[in-house]
């Protein structure tokens, strides 16, 4: 335990938080150990601690200002600071709830500190530093005796902070000296903590954050602290649980039990041809394909092609060691098999992958080929359809005309009448070979006409002798 120091605070990166709540020593008048001494006649020691205990935990003393001291709103203490501490936070109020609880004040707050109060399990305290004394002085009015809910009796109590004194701390874990690392950054939103941009909140586990960051955070456990102390889920077999002799396979993940076992990770990869798999115990890979293990392969580096690691020599930068070996001619016909083999492999790639993509294109012009076909087929369908519909409707008119043409000749001309036109007709047909010799050899007068026409004949008005 170290003797009880109190230093001036600062903000500069690598500052440790302890150092933030303490004041200047010209600050501090008086000895808080001496019972005579005005200071301690009005202010009271509280004895906290802060931190994981199982990583470094802290411990210290803060010097309030008695209740009695400035117990008017209107008569502050004298000689007060811009560093308050809320007394009987209960524990179920988060740090989330708590920066709510303070509303608009959190932007004038510089550094808050949540410590442990010794022999009170139950509650904390929060150490809070402003940036100037009005808004520590409004502060105080507003919340001291403030209720923290309106369904909870506990009420808040707000005291003047004279000063924090850090008694020592008992270290669980080597860390870094504060001269060597970087301003501090906020686990959340990785910004670093800068006190003029946003307030810190400093959690009983001794993790800062930004006081907008911590807001936002629903559980009351410290993220840092959940995050690291959360447990791994033990590695099982994913078929017959066992958690001894397991092989994960490099590929796909698939958990499985050796075959000294059941066997499982062997019959995963004659299931999927997953021939690579690793030792959970011993982080060795397993070849299922070649029967050996793989770690000891290298990679090179002229063609990345994996050879065999030469145990018989120490190799150096500049070649082969002091052993004085010569180079195997086997190995160095793999190497160069292994050269072409890789320009053979490269090769057959790119032509599959030009053909590929000559399939791809050739069938996209058969997809339009096609496609052009069926819509011209569809367009000659449409048009033969609407031209039988036309068809259809001119051969309808044209039974219409028939139809009608035929009822005008019957009524133009009755059928009696066709049957004597067609007997005159044939009369006269009859007779024309008489008349021509008659006209040719003889005068013919009308009387003569008149007398060869048909008597019936010549009393239908309306029959007219067609002309020969």
């Known amino acids: 335990m170290s003797e009880a120091t109190s ?66 709103s209107s008569e502050l203490p004298v000689g007060r600071k811009t560093l308050v501490c809320v007394l009987g936070v209960p524990n179920h109020m988060t740090y989330a709830d708590f920066c709510q609880f303070c509303g608009s004040f959190i932007q004038h707050m510089l550094e808050m500190r949540i410590v442990r109060n010794d022999g009170v399990e139950d509650k ?42 850090y008694t020592g701390s008992i270290e ?17 939103c990785l910004e670093r903590l800068d006190q003029d941009t946003s307030g810190i909140l400093t959690t009983i586990c001794n993790h800062s954050f930004h006081c907008s960051c911590i807001s936002k955070w629903t559980d009351s456990s410290c993220p840092v602290c959940r995050y690291c102390q959360q447990q791994s889920e033990k590695s ?14 490099v590929l796909c993940g698939f958990v499985g039990c050796g075959r000294y076992k059941e066997g499982h990770a062997i019959t995963h990869w004659k299931e999927t041809q997953h021939c690579y798999s ?5 982080q060795r890979v397993w070849d299922y394909a ?22 018989h020599c120490a190799h150096v930068d500049d070649g082969c060691g ?32 030009q053909l590929e993509n000559q399939k791809i294109y050739f069938e996209a012009l058969l997809r339009e080929i096609e496609e052009e076909t069926v819509r011209e087929i569809s367009e000659a369908v449409d048009k033969a359809v609407s031209g039988n519909q036309k068809l259809q409707k001119m051969q309808t008119k044209l039974d219409k005309c028939v139809k009608e043409k035929k009822f005008l000749d019957e009524k133009i001309n009755p059928p009696n009448q066709s049957t004597a036109i ?38 239908q008005p309306n029959i007219h002798l067609p002309l020969l």
Request: charged share 15%.
């Open 124 to 165: 904390y305290s929060v150490l809070i530093r402003f940036d100037d004394q009005s808004s520590t002085d409004a502060f105080y009015k507003h919340f001291n005796g403030k209720r923290f809910s309106s369904l909870e009796a506990e009420a808040s109590h707000v005291l003047f902070t004279v000063d924090v004194q």
């Open 236 to 249: 099982i077999c994913f078929v017959c649980q066992t958690s001894e002799n397991l092989w994960i396979c």
């Open 422 to 459: 067609a007997t005159m007709a044939t009369a006269a047909s009859k007779q024309r070979p008489l008349l021509c010799f008659s006209l040719l050899f003889c005068p013919i007068t009308t009387s003569h006409i008149n007398s060869m026409a048909t008597p019936s004949l010549c009393h």
């Open 322 to 353: 002091s052993c004085n070996c010569s180079v195997d001619p086997g190995f160095s016909e793999a190497v160069l098999n292994s050269k072409v083999e890789t320009i053979v492999n490269e090769y057959s790639d790119l032509l599959t992958s």
């Open 278 to 282: 690793l030792e959970l115990e011993t």
């Open 290 to 311: 070649g029967d050996n293990y793989v770690h000891r392969l290298i990679q090179s580096k002229t063609d990345g092609k994996l050879v065999e690691l030469n145990h």
């Open 7 to 72: 230093t001036s605070a600062s903000a500069a990166a690598g500052v440790s938080p302890e150092e933030i709540f303490r004041l200047p020593t010209a600050m501090i008048s008086g000895d808080f150990n001496d019972p005579t001494s005005s200071v301690s006649n009005v202010t009271q020691a509280f004895h906290f601690s802060s931190g994981n205990p199982r990583i470094e935990e802290t411990r210290g003393v803060m010097h309030l200002y008695r209740d009695d001291v400035g117990s008017s």
């Open 172 to 188: 669980h874990a080597q860390t870094s000296p504060a001269s060597s690392t970087e301003q501090p950054t906020c686990p959340v």
